[in-house]
């Protein structure tokens, strides 16, 4: 299995743009949309603006919130139009290049969710948060915001041409892939804010420090067994403190005997 590929697009204003995203998929050969809240119904603009994406539009999937869309994704990749430099501190917002984007797809397996926000806003600071990867598109920063529908041409186009055959050298050997687990991911995420609360870490920078390992790791891929061994050195640095904690509250005990 390589990787299977679903547009998100949250809370659309516009009806057409939708259809406009759907001929996208079409062209470049994604066929699950996902629809989070719309503002608009899906109407004639929409359907003729979809051309050959028509069959996309009409099994797009409406959900609630983005955490409903997101199951079963082993990747979340995000799209924003801010991205801090390397010397700044604020990581949440560090993005890869479509270019970047591209490449990181030709090496793995797995489910894959492409996340773009509304048309006037953007995603906001609690959608960023559930992404693994942001992705931002080189513009004029005096207009750098493109519309929705030509930022998923972009990227769709990038992510193209990662999984097309037609676009590997046949003289190239075959690229070792990885297989991704979303749930595994999860997992280890749950932990390290528990091993965080274990080793008394300052309060307010818990959600920092675990968001900077989402967007560190979600760069780096880890496979479902680089995971499970990180899992398990987070399981091994916990054991002996909640040893001690166990052991402190049995004496506890005794003594109030």
């Known amino acids: 299995m390589k990787v299977e590929l679903s547009v998100v697009l949250i809370s659309p204003k516009e009806d057409g743009n939708v259809g406009a995203v759907a001929r996208c998929m079409r062209n470049f050969g994604v066929s699950r949309l996902l629809l989070v ?10 359907r003729r603006r979809a051309m050959g994406g028509l069959e996309i ?17 082993d990747l979340i990749v995000g799209t924003s139009d801010v991205s801090s430099s390397n010397q700044n501190r604020s990581y949440p917002r560090r993005a890869m290049t479509p270019p970047e984007w591209g490449s990181l797809l030709t090496g793995l397996e797995g489910r894959v969710a492409l ?37 998923a041409g972009v ?21 070792g892939r990885v297989a991704l687990n979303g749930r595994e991911k999860e997992i280890f995420y749950e932990l390290l804010a528990r091993y965080l ?7 307010h ?5 675990v968001l900077l390992f989402r967007r560190v790791l979600g760069r780096a891929t880890p496979s479902q067994e680089e995971f499970s061994m990180l899992l398990g050195f987070l399981k091994r640095a916990m054991y002996p403190r909640r040893e001690k904690w166990k052991g402190a509250t049995q004496v506890g005990s005794e003594c109030e005997a």
């Open 37 to 46: 809240a719309p503002r608009a119904p899906l109407g004639a603009e929409a």
């Open 115 to 151: 996340v773009l926000g509304p048309e006037d806003n953007g995603l906001s600071r609690e959608e960023l948060e559930l992404c693994d990867i942001l992705l931002s598109i080189p513009a004029d920063r005096g207009f750098p915001t493109l519309n929705l529908s030509h930022a």
């Open 197 to 203: 609360v274990d080793i008394n870490y300052p309060v």
């Open 155 to 175: 990227l769709l186009y990038e992510a193209y041409k990662a999984r097309s055959p037609a676009y590997g050298s046949r003289e190239q050997p075959a690229v």
């Open 57 to 73: 539009l009409r099994n797009a999937e409406v959900v609630p919130d983005l955490a409903h869309a997101l199951v079963g994704h």
């Open 205 to 209: 920078k818990r959600r920092g420090l």
